[in-house]
């Protein structure tokens, strides 16, 4: 079987209508983003780091920093690269350096945990992951234009989510050895997990830059350079302002792994070899839902966002009331359990906001589009640090129940969007 005849059958795409290089550029990005989206797993904020600076005895203040951080920071900085992006004919570039600069402080957070301990180790960490936040950036808002660029749409949506999947089945594998694995789970095992994070993420780095674009660069839209004009298209494309409302509501699946883990009965936060269950949890459900949710979103991310969305709101719905009922989830396993449900609806709402902003966009607008989408959602990813002040005063099980209340609304949302994947 040749490249091109995979890539067929992956994709669902008749044999005659892959563009020459296709095939070659789906193998890339399906090598490319597996490297960072397992690296990126590894080195996950609201387990792994977390985690790691409760064992390095770092100030709650900074671990509870981490995922806006990381969040926020990976961004808020995107309007500001917009311009750069879109006026450049090798989109590759971008997203090149900003994994390798992502490689590079995943590797200062190796050391820093090797090295320091208590505040001193935190904020070390925390300054490393706002580095490699701001790295991610770049990434993110190049890598919609690289692929419309070099995959055609109704396959583009099937080589993400397969690289999601294999990604996951690594990072289970690693999962795996924490839970049941020949040592104990410590700090300086952490460290090499999170180094070899580092090293993925440079290998992609080299990977990606044999992207074959196309040699003509697209057309930007002249303006005269103010923010006003960076933030035009907010004000006159209602699409974009309904799918910007529908990911802020929808924001919440990425939000609430942190309050279910806080309604488990079991030690948690402070024992180090509970890891491996939530780890395990969390990357099974991308190994079963990723690829899944990237075949449907090719057919339609407006269903899949409503699709996921329900799914959320039904999954926080039932892990809130447990929580009230019983006061907890019966252990490590019982979060592992509620991770794993959330974890789906997650999948679900990120492959479907992705592909919708990459095929609604013309190639001109996509870098904006991008990047003003996720600035916009970045400051809710902020404004959304109110639901930790929130749990400390009223405890976890109330903040999800809001959170399904706030991801049914996302799915309300998304409904109007329109099927973008027709034509």
């Given at each position: 079987?040749?490249?091109?005849?995979?890539?067929?059958?992956?994709?669902?795409?008749?044999?005659?209508?892959?563009?020459?290089?296709?095939?070659?550029n789906g193998v890339i990005h399906i090598v490319s983003l597996t490297l960072?989206?397992?690296?990126?797993?590894?080195i996950d904020p609201k387990l792994v780091l977390s985690w790691l600076l409760?064992?390095?005895?770092?100030?709650?203040?900074?671990?509870?920093?981490?995922?806006?951080?990381?969040?926020?920071?990976?961004?808020?900085?995107?309007?500001?690269?917009?311009?750069?992006?879109?006026?450049?004919?090798?989109?590759?570039?971008?997203?090149?350096?900003?994994?390798?600069?992502?490689?590079?402080?995943?590797?200062?957070?190796?050391?820093?945990?090797?090295?320091?301990?208590?505040?001193?180790?935190?904020?070390?960490?925390?300054?490393?992951?706002?580095?490699?936040?701001?790295?991610?950036?770049?990434?993110?808002?190049?890598?919609?234009?690289?692929?419309?660029?070099?995959?055609?749409?109704?396959?583009?949506?099937?080589?993400?989510?397969?690289?999601?999947?294999?990604?996951?089945?690594?990072?289970?594998?690693?999962?795996?050895?924490?839970?049941?694995?020949?040592?104990?789970?410590?700090?300086?095992?952490?460290?090499?997990?999170?180094?070899?994070?580092?090293?993925?993420?440079?290998?992609?780095?080299?990977?990606?830059?044999?992207?074959?674009?196309?040699?003509?660069?697209?057309?930007?839209?002249?303006?005269?350079?103010?923010?006003?004009?960076?933030?035009?298209?907010?004000?006159?494309?209602?699409?974009?302002?309904?799918?910007?409302?529908?990911?802020?509501?929808?924001?919440?699946?990425?939000?609430?792994?942190?309050?279910?883990?806080?309604?488990?009965?079991?030690?948690?936060?402070?024992?180090?070899?509970?890891?491996?269950?939530?780890?395990?949890?969390?990357?099974?459900?991308?190994?079963?839902?990723?690829?899944?949710?990237?075949?449907?979103?090719?057919?339609?991310?407006?269903?899949?966002?409503?699709?996921?969305?329900?799914?959320g709101a039904l999954v926080f719905a039932v892990v809130g009331a447990l929580?009230?009922?019983?006061?907890?989830?019966?252990?490590?396993?019982?979060?592992?359990?509620?991770?794993?449900?959330?974890?789906?609806?997650?999948?679900?709402?990120?492959?479907?906001?992705?592909?919708?902003?990459?095929?609604?966009?013309?190639?001109?607008?996509?870098?904006?589009?991008?990047?003003?989408?996720?600035?916009?959602?970045?400051?809710?990813?902020?404004?959304?640090?109110?639901?930790?002040?929130?749990?400390?005063?009223?405890?976890?099980?109330?903040?999800?129940?809001?959170?399904?209340?706030?991801?049914?609304?996302?799915?309300?949302?998304?409904?109007?969007?329109?099927?973008?994947?027709?034509?």
């Amino acid at each position: 079987m040749t490249i091109k005849d995979a890539f067929s059958a992956l994709t669902g795409a008749d044999r005659d209508d892959v563009r020459p290089g296709e095939a070659r550029n789906g193998v890339i990005h399906i090598v490319s983003l597996t490297l960072t989206k397992t690296a990126d797993a590894l080195i996950d904020p609201k387990l792994v780091l977390s985690w790691l600076l409760n064992a390095l005895g770092a100030p709650g203040a900074m671990i509870g920093a981490l995922v806006p951080v990381r969040e926020a920071g990976a961004l808020l900085p995107q309007l500001a690269l917009a311009r750069r992006v879109e006026a450049s004919p090798r989109r590759k570039r971008f997203w090149a350096a900003g994994s390798a600069a992502q490689g590079i402080a995943a590797l200062g957070i190796a050391a820093a945990a090797v090295a320091f301990t208590g505040a001193l180790a935190g904020g070390a960490i925390v300054a490393c992951l706002a580095v490699l936040a701001v790295a991610r950036s770049a990434s993110s808002v190049s890598y919609k234009d690289a692929l419309a660029r070099t995959i055609a749409k109704r396959r583009r949506g099937a080589v993400t989510g397969l690289a999601a999947s294999v990604a996951s089945v690594s990072v289970f594998g690693v999962g795996l050895l924490l839970a049941v694995g020949p040592f104990a789970v410590a700090i300086t095992p952490l460290a090499a997990i999170i180094a070899s994070a580092g090293a993925a993420f440079l290998v992609a780095a080299a990977v990606f830059m044999a992207l074959r674009e196309p040699e003509n660069g697209t057309d930007a839209e002249d303006d005269d350079g103010s923010l006003a004009a960076l933030v035009e298209p907010i004000l006159s494309d209602a699409q974009l302002r309904l799918l910007v409302a529908s990911r802020v509501a929808l924001a919440v699946t990425a939000l609430a792994p942190p309050f279910i883990v806080m309604l488990s009965a079991a030690s948690g936060r402070t024992a180090l070899d509970q890891l491996g269950p939530l780890v395990m949890a969390s990357t099974a459900a991308s190994v079963l839902a990723s690829y899944a949710w990237g075949r449907l979103s090719d057919r339609s991310s407006r269903q899949t966002l409503m699709a996921a969305g329900l799914l959320g709101a039904l999954v926080f719905a039932v892990v809130g009331a447990l929580g009230l009922a019983y006061d907890g989830l019966g252990g490590a396993w019982g979060a592992a359990a509620a991770i794993f449900a959330a974890q789906i609806a997650y999948e679900g709402v990120r492959a479907g906001r992705k592909l919708h902003l990459t095929d609604m966009a013309e190639d001109a607008f996509r870098a904006r589009y991008t990047a003003l989408s996720n600035t916009l959602v970045g400051l809710a990813l902020l404004a959304g640090g109110s639901f930790g002040l929130a749990a400390d005063r009223f405890g976890p099980a109330p903040v999800l129940l809001a959170f399904a209340a706030i991801a049914a609304l996302g799915a309300l949302l998304a409904r109007g969007l329109d099927e973008v994947q027709a034509g």
